[in-house]
């Protein structure tokens, strides 16, 4: 089974001085999946998780919504053209009367890592297929400064990075605060489905109370992927991209961008954050 880190010689150049070494990277490999046995979707992944890393990707195309949906994952035994095993092809089974959408071309108005069309139909999209209404969901209120608080500890979180320097990561919070779980992969959105994979498979979903928290951007496909789970809150360290902001606003998601320090933009969803009383807006 692929490692999650692999070694590397590299040409070291430090003001002037040049040195041979190896280097710790983050390893990176496919992940075909399949769904009661046809060929569905493939990403490029970091091994590990690979299980709840395709129950969640089922989970934002609308195909998993709780642990019995799911009758079980394997990997599939003679991938390969010699009948080995690469551990880069999982087969998920879902349970007997599970209703499959349509997975014609028009899927791609409401998949996480391949949006192929975008605008209104995916907003929309997004919007009538999820099981858990955000705006139905019971009140969830954070605070400034239990925001602030989160990347810090996301960052103390990540392992792997801190030996890579060269993974993207995402955290689960309760709305109190206390961190849940965290997950890096190459791939942002691979890192949340881990975490929603994860949630589905403990019979955790909806995560109706919790706080989703990103490394990078906040995409149209994070976006998409927290509102599939039912998570009222998504947080990022960089920039949301403006459909992620658009769908934020569509579905009722609070959305942070810029988590830096004390600073913060709050472009979607606002009545969630609760601001101090003496608070001024300008």
Excluded at 24 to 44: D, F, H, S, Y
Excluded at 196 to 206: E, F, I, K, T
Aim: overall charge neutral; proline content about 5%; some cysteine.
């Amino acid at each position: 089974m692929g490692r999650v880190t692999e070694r590397r010689k590299v040409l070291r150049i430090r003001d002037g001085a040049v040195s041979t070494r190896p280097d710790t990277l983050v390893a990176e490999e496919p992940l075909e999946i399949r769904l009661n046995g046809k060929p569905l979707a493939i990403t490029m992944r970091t091994p590990g998780d690979d299980f709840a890393l395709a129950a969640g990707f089922l989970v934002s195309e609308g195909v998993l919504g709780t642990a019995s949906d799911l009758q079980n994952i394997v990997y599939c035994a003679g991938a390969t053209a010699d009948g080995s095993n690469t551990y880069n092809v999982v087969d998920v089974k879902t349970a007997p009367g599970v209703v499959l959408p349509d997975f014609s071309l028009e899927r791609n108005v409401y998949t996480s890592s391949s949006c192929g069309l975008c605008g209104k139909a995916s907003l929309d999209a997004v919007r009538t297929t999820t099981r858990w209404p955000i705006a139905d969901t019971p009140p969830v209120r954070v605070t400034p400064e239990l925001l602030a608080g989160l990347p810090d500890r996301l960052r103390a979180a990540q392992r792997v990075f801190d030996r890579t320097g060269g993974l993207h990561a995402a955290a689960l919070f309760r709305e109190d605060g206390e961190l849940l779980d965290v997950r890096e992969d190459v791939g942002r959105h691979n890192a949340v489905d881990k975490l929603v994979g994860r949630a589905l498979q403990h019979g955790d979903l909806p995560l109706s109370r919790t706080i989703l928290l990103v490394s990078g951007r906040a995409s149209f496909e994070l976006a998409q992927k927290a509102v599939m789970a039912g998570i009222p809150v998504l947080a990022a360290v960089s920039a949301p991209s403006s459909l992620a902001v658009d769908l934020a606003a569509e579905t009722g998601l609070t959305l942070v961008g810029f988590l830096r320090g004390s600073s913060m933009n709050v472009y979607a969803g606002e009545d969630r954050v609760a601001l101090p009383t003496t608070a001024t807006q300008s």
